[in-house]
């Protein structure tokens, strides 16, 4: 069994701040070490359910925050970013038999994590066909656009409910509750326990056709904080200006919707 996995930082057990999630602050490194644990929890559990190959994304910022040495051997990491449209799930194919997410968190206007955000800061809410949409949403649609089921979440547990529906064969680990500007958080040891165990749950399942059926037209939405980014972005190739704040775009293919989120987000 082959599988993808694309590893966030806002959405494990020990982040609650925007400055624990940068480089050079001096907790950052208890994080990354922390976001490794989660990865590696999930790798061991896919491979107790028969995973031969794992393909991670490193999705964070800098996206070298992984430590490798702690991965399992069957594991490689693809790190620092090209361009690709695909971004946080760059190097998903047909090839792929499933993909798990880690350490993921709730999209911009969310209150479910005081880390919310959509990509950037810029955003106040992305919606895809009236929905609000977060990271985990938009990539999960680019695993889908190759034929590659959604199996596993680990985040907050707003995150976590909100897409139940989206994915038939979705497994979740809610790791940290968010409330204002607090967290909730597990016990990161046991954060690692519950990932693990529900990794090997969702790639223990029959997972021939379960691949969410992508919709036929989309319909995208970006409204900014700032008047100014919707001006820029608005120039964007097929965009129109809706408000002063907010941008549109429209499509049959989601390639085009995740080129488009790539350059406005």
Not at 147 to 157: A, E, H, W, Y
Request: aromatic share 10%; glycine share 8%.
């Amino acid at each position: 069994m082959k599988v993808f996995i694309s590893a966030d930082i806002e959405g494990i057990a020990t982040t609650t701040t925007h400055e624990d999630c940068r480089p050079g602050i001096a907790s950052y490194p208890y994080h990354c070490a922390q976001m490794t644990a989660e990865v590696a929890a999930a790798c061991e559990g896919a491979i107790k359910a028969g995973a031969t190959e794992i393909v991670i994304k490193d999705a964070h910022g800098p996206a070298d925050n992984i430590d490798i040495k702690k991965l399992p051997k069957c594991t490689k990491v693809i790190r620092n970013w090209s361009g690709h449209p695909y971004s946080m799930c760059e190097g998903i194919d047909a090839s792929f038999d499933a993909i798990m997410f880690v350490g993921y968190h709730g999209g911009a206007s969310k209150s479910g994590n005081p880390l919310s955000h959509t990509v950037s800061g810029r955003p106040y809410q992305v919606r895809i066909n009236g929905r609000v949409a977060s990271e985990f949403m938009i990539f999960s649609f680019c695993a889908a656009n190759e034929g590659v089921p959604t199996v596993f979440l680990s985040g907050d547990r707003q995150l976590c409910e909100d897409y139940r529906d989206m994915h038939p064969a979705l497994v979740t680990a809610a790791v940290k509750d968010g409330f204002g500007g607090t967290t909730i958080s597990m016990q990161p040891d046991a954060a690692c326990d519950l990932i693990r165990e529900q990794a090997e749950k969702a790639l223990s399942q029959k997972l021939d056709g379960m691949c969410c059926k992508l919709p036929e037209h989309f319909r995208i939405e970006v409204e900014y904080h700032h008047h100014s980014n919707a001006t820029k972005c608005s120039f964007y190739p097929g965009a129109t200006r809706i408000n002063e704040t907010t941008i549109g775009f429209e499509t049959h293919h989601y390639f085009d919707a995740a080129r488009f989120f790539k350059f406005v987000l």
